[in-house]
């Protein structure tokens, strides 16, 4: 069974950083394609980065983030990572990570970090 487990959310004022780690225990990362995603009450669940190993640790991100995060991966460690640059008070919401094997689609949730950007 795989466990992830998020870490470094936080409050923040707006223009700040944060560091958000994913680290997952169980299975060996390589051949999952990782992700962030965040949540807000009373909102679907979106897609703020992915990473996936095939085509060189190829990234997408949302547009509403572009510029300002980065995500990155670590496959020795087994861990995904979200740098948070430039922060907005948009960006406040519960952050999860999330893999799926590239293969047979089995998909994973970590519990979720908060992340609050004040004005």
């Known amino acids: 069974q795989v466990q992830l487990v998020e870490s470094g959310g936080g409050l923040v004022q707006a223009g700040g950083s944060l560091s958000l780690s994913c680290a997952a225990s169980?299975?060996?990362?390589?051949?999952?394609?990782m992700g962030w995603y965040r949540q807000v009450p009373g909102k679907e669940r979106e897609l703020v980065a992915s990473?996936?190993?095939?085509?060189?640790?190829?990234?997408n991100y949302a547009d509403s983030v572009k510029g300002r995060f980065t995500i990155s991966r670590d496959n020795a460690k087994n861990t995904v990572s979200l740098q948070m640059n430039s922060l907005k008070p948009e960006d406040t919401a519960i952050y999860y990570c999330?893999?799926?094997?590239?293969?047979?689609?089995?998909?994973?949730w970590g519990q979720g970090t908060q992340v609050t950007v004040s004005p």
């Open positions: 169980g299975r060996a990362l390589s051949n999952y394609a």
């Open positions: 999330r893999i799926e094997h590239l293969t047979f689609h089995n998909v994973y």
């Open positions: 990473i996936t190993p095939w085509s060189g640790d190829s990234t």
